[in-house]
């Protein structure tokens, strides 16, 4: 569940304006998303000009595009700390994220998590007052129906996302299902959070709750820098 809004400028100002706090000798986050792979491609630049970091990716996409530009990698276990991440958000309000739109989230939690810093990169269509955009729910396949199931005692409705351009249901990197949990205006989302991590099946849910540091919003003409 992709979601949409927002100018490639906006985009690119974001991500670019948070490439900007990588520093030598830094082991950076690297995100899933548009906006995020802007940021990639800015930490590549500046790998090119002599910089010395390394990179641990979230996704297929961000290990594949860091790769591209030249961003040397490592895995999460094979490194001390994790000094900042930069990922994206289908959701933002203050600190709490929406995210999953592009089924990484799992693995995006872990890095965001375990970084001693971490910078949000979004557009202004991003913003909320409180969180409203379907909560992805990536879930073990056999579990799917009583996921589902669970789901809708909290209130939520739950959706199998299905693939683009195939027949069939989005995979995720680790081999498994998402489903998009619409629960309309999330007032608790660090109660809703809870909830959802205890049902049995459930591998990851993409509410990051108070987990961002600073959200770096792009617009067509800069960057308003948020610091949480």
């Known amino acids: 569940m992709k979601t949409t809004g927002g100018s ?3 985009k690119r100002n974001a991500g670019e304006s948070a490439a900007e706090a990588v520093e030598d000798g830094t082991v950076v986050g690297l995100g899933t998303g548009s906006t995020a792979a802007h940021a990639i491609r800015a930490i590549g630049r500046k790998v090119d000009a002599g910089l010395d970091v390394r990179g641990v990716p979230t996704s297929f996409q961000s290990r594949q595009l860091a790769r591209d530009v030249g961003i040397p990698l490592a ?4 490194v001390a700390a994790i000094d900042l991440a930069i990922d994206g958000a289908d959701q933002f309000a203050g600190p709490h994220l929406v995210k999953g739109g592009g089924a990484a989230h799992a693995r995006e939690k872990v890095v965001d998590a375990a970084a001693n810093r971490f910078v949000v990169v979004a557009d202004p269509s991003k913003a909320a007052e409180r969180l409203t955009h379907p909560v992805p729910v990536e879930v ?3 579990a799917r129906t009583a996921v589902a199931g669970d789901v809708r005692v909290l209130g939520g409705d739950p959706d199998l996302r299905e693939a683009e351009g195939k027949d069939g249901p989005v995979v995720t990197d680790n ?5 998009d949990c619409a629960f309309g205006e999330i007032r608790s989302p660090g109660e809703l959070a809870d909830d959802l991590s205890t049902i049995p099946g459930v591998v990851e ?6 987990m961002a540091d600073e959200i770096h919003v792009g617009t067509d003409d800069g960057v308003d820098v948020e610091r949480l």
């Not at 895995?75 to 094979?78: F, G, I, K, T, V």
């Not at 081999?175 to 489903?179: E, I, K, W």
């Open 175 to 179: 081999g498994n299902l998402v489903l």
């Open 8 to 10: 490639d400028a906006a």
């Open 205 to 210: 849910h993409g509410l990051f709750v108070g």
């Open 75 to 78: 895995d999460l276990d094979s």
């Open 140 to 142: 073990l396949p056999a």
